[in-house]
């Protein structure tokens, strides 16, 4: 990369952000917020790290942008239909005896994966007495999740997934299609509740039978993962439910020994 | 005392390629030495639903460990990583793998710029970039990172691929240090550690 911002620049830029607006970007990993933040240096055209500084150290609209373009917000419905069919057929059962189900979307970007929750647990008769949780850091992505809108062209994808996650039902129906974007329907979003909240800096805010947070981990240091693992190990009930990205795994991590793997999908049981 | 750095400094293969390029990665597999002292990492275009059986293929054709590279992982020689589908693979400094999913760079998820651009970052003089056939522009960027990190930039020759867009691209548009036909590419790595 022409790597206009270097890594002793990202490190300035890295503690403005924490001192001045308290987001704590310093144990994501490195090569891939290089990336990002180089790449937002570019998009927007500045003629010097001293303006992009700046800028993002005195103007608070321009940190949005910031915030929400060196975060990774890249997501879909029914994203690995295979991981949804394990969720379908394996994990709804059980979450089917609870009275009351709580589920915590933890980084749960622009929506995506809180729509297909929400869908799962319509089609099992669930959804009335589900309570689900959507948090990002980004209070940008959460606006636009709240709405329920996508995009027209995604559908086709989407449709592809659930059929491929077990879907029996016909997916247009979930939705109104106006124009390019289609809305979903409003009793799938009515169980939902949104709020920013950083995994990095915030704490546990109440207790879940299944906790979802998938690819944002990869996007962290160790430590750092370690640290969210401590937290959502005591944001789980017992023999609650933690669900990652296909390539994410609980395996190295300090509380492995107190959880089971789920079949082959990454989703682990808090046994103890 | 130059050499002697030289004989220090970490080294690593990367080698991308897209279409027409896994049967010269299978060529290029059946002729490394098996003690081979150095990291190889290979970016290859590929869909989605393929991922399982393309580590056992590579690993049906050498003796080396092939596997799969994992978010974290600290990146170790004598092993022969793949990127793994629908994610970026991209080389920390402190020689570990990262995984990102964000957009497809180049139409390509994984995308070789990626991987190239940041194990140049890493690897600086010690890294050896090959990009092999393909149709798509993807690891020209990577190799000048290569280039400008002080690393070894080489590509197929593209009168030997069946593809030859990929490799063409990347001699047209900037320096290439070596340009070699299939047979000569074990070697040079076999060279190398």
Redesign the interface.
Same mark, same amino acid.
């Given at each position: 990369?022409d790597?206009t911002v270097g890594e002793d620049e990202i490190k300035l830029l890295l503690t403005d952000l924490l001192e001045i607006y308290g987001y704590d970007f310093t144990d994501y990993? @490195?090569?891939?917020l @290089?990336?990002?933040i180089n790449r937002l240096y570019t998009l927007d055209r500045f003629p010097s790290f001293a303006e992009f500084r700046y800028r993002v150290r005195t103007d608070s609209a321009y940190l949005q942008r910031f915030i929400e373009q060196i975060t990774?917000n890249?997501t879909e419905m029914f994203r690995d239909p295979g991981f949804y069919k394990a969720l379908r057929e394996q994990i709804v059962p059980v979450l089917a005896t609870y009275p009351f189900i709580r589920i915590w979307h933890a980084g749960c970007s622009t929506g995506e994966e809180i729509f297909s929750m929400a869908i799962l647990l319509k089609e099992a008769n669930l959804l009335h007495k589900s309570l689900l949780y959507a948090t990002d850091i980004n209070p940008q992505v959460l606006q636009k999740a709240a709405t329920g809108i996508f995009p027209l062209t995604h559908m086709k994808q989407y449709s592809e997934n659930y059929i491929g996650s077990g879907g029996k039902e016909d997916f247009s129906k979930y939705y109104t299609a106006n124009y390019n974007m289609v809305k979903f329907n409003e009793d799938l979003s009515k169980r939902m509740v949104f709020s920013t909240h950083n995994l990095v800096s915030e704490s546990s805010f109440n207790q879940f039978q299944l906790i979802m947070c998938r690819?944002v981990?990869?996007?962290f240091?160790?430590d750092l993962?370690s640290r969210v693992f401590a937290l959502f190990d005591e944001s789980l009930e017992k023999l609650g439910f933690l669900a990652l990205?296909s @390539?994410?795994?609980l395996k190295l991590s300090d509380i492995a020994s107190r959880y089971k793997q789920e079949g082959k999908e990454k989703i682990w049981r808090k046994i103890s | 005392m130059e050499k002697d750095i030289l004989k220090d400094m970490e080294k690593m293969v990367v080698i991308g390629g897209s279409a027409g390029s896994l049967k010269v990665i299978l060529h290029i597999l059946s002729k490394l030495k098996t003690w081979l002292e150095i990291p190889v990492v290979i970016v290859l275009h590929r869909k989605n639903d393929f991922q399982s059986n393309l580590a056992e293929l590579l690993a049906s054709k050498t003796g080396m460990k092939v596997k799969e590279a994992e978010d974290k992982e600290p990146i170790k020689t004598g092993i022969i990583y793949l990127a793994p589908a629908d994610y970026h693979l991209l080389v920390e400094k402190d020689h570990t793998f990262s995984l990102d999913d964000s957009e497809k760079i180049n139409y390509s998820r994984p995308s070789i710029d990626v991987t190239f651009q940041t194990a140049a970052d890493a690897y600086g003089a010690g890294l050896t970039g090959l990009l092999l056939s393909g149709a798509n522009a993807d690891g020209v960027e990577g190799l000048k990172e290569i280039k400008a990190c002080k690393g070894t930039v080489a590509v197929q020759d593209p009168e030997t691929a069946q593809v030859p867009y990929m490799p063409q691209q990347a001699i047209d548009r900037m320096q290439v240090d070596q340009i070699l036909k299939i047979e000569q590419m074990a070697p040079l790595i076999n060279g190398l550690g």
């Amino acid at each position: 990369m022409d790597s206009t911002v270097g890594e002793d620049e990202i490190k300035l830029l890295l503690t403005d952000l924490l001192e001045i607006y308290g987001y704590d970007f310093t144990d994501y990993a @490195k090569a891939s917020l @290089k990336r990002r933040i180089n790449r937002l240096y570019t998009l927007d055209r500045f003629p010097s790290f001293a303006e992009f500084r700046y800028r993002v150290r005195t103007d608070s609209a321009y940190l949005q942008r910031f915030i929400e373009q060196i975060t990774v917000n890249v997501t879909e419905m029914f994203r690995d239909p295979g991981f949804y069919k394990a969720l379908r057929e394996q994990i709804v059962p059980v979450l089917a005896t609870y009275p009351f189900i709580r589920i915590w979307h933890a980084g749960c970007s622009t929506g995506e994966e809180i729509f297909s929750m929400a869908i799962l647990l319509k089609e099992a008769n669930l959804l009335h007495k589900s309570l689900l949780y959507a948090t990002d850091i980004n209070p940008q992505v959460l606006q636009k999740a709240a709405t329920g809108i996508f995009p027209l062209t995604h559908m086709k994808q989407y449709s592809e997934n659930y059929i491929g996650s077990g879907g029996k039902e016909d997916f247009s129906k979930y939705y109104t299609a106006n124009y390019n974007m289609v809305k979903f329907n409003e009793d799938l979003s009515k169980r939902m509740v949104f709020s920013t909240h950083n995994l990095v800096s915030e704490s546990s805010f109440n207790q879940f039978q299944l906790i979802m947070c998938r690819n944002v981990l990869i996007y962290f240091e160790r430590d750092l993962q370690s640290r969210v693992f401590a937290l959502f190990d005591e944001s789980l009930e017992k023999l609650g439910f933690l669900a990652l990205g296909s @390539k994410e795994t609980l395996k190295l991590s300090d509380i492995a020994s107190r959880y089971k793997q789920e079949g082959k999908e990454k989703i682990w049981r808090k046994i103890s | 005392m130059e050499k002697d750095i030289l004989k220090d400094m970490e080294k690593m293969v990367v080698i991308g390629g897209s279409a027409g390029s896994l049967k010269v990665i299978l060529h290029i597999l059946s002729k490394l030495k098996t003690w081979l002292e150095i990291p190889v990492v290979i970016v290859l275009h590929r869909k989605n639903d393929f991922q399982s059986n393309l580590a056992e293929l590579l690993a049906s054709k050498t003796g080396m460990k092939v596997k799969e590279a994992e978010d974290k992982e600290p990146i170790k020689t004598g092993i022969i990583y793949l990127a793994p589908a629908d994610y970026h693979l991209l080389v920390e400094k402190d020689h570990t793998f990262s995984l990102d999913d964000s957009e497809k760079i180049n139409y390509s998820r994984p995308s070789i710029d990626v991987t190239f651009q940041t194990a140049a970052d890493a690897y600086g003089a010690g890294l050896t970039g090959l990009l092999l056939s393909g149709a798509n522009a993807d690891g020209v960027e990577g190799l000048k990172e290569i280039k400008a990190c002080k690393g070894t930039v080489a590509v197929q020759d593209p009168e030997t691929a069946q593809v030859p867009y990929m490799p063409q691209q990347a001699i047209d548009r900037m320096q290439v240090d070596q340009i070699l036909k299939i047979e000569q590419m074990a070697p040079l790595i076999n060279g190398l550690g």
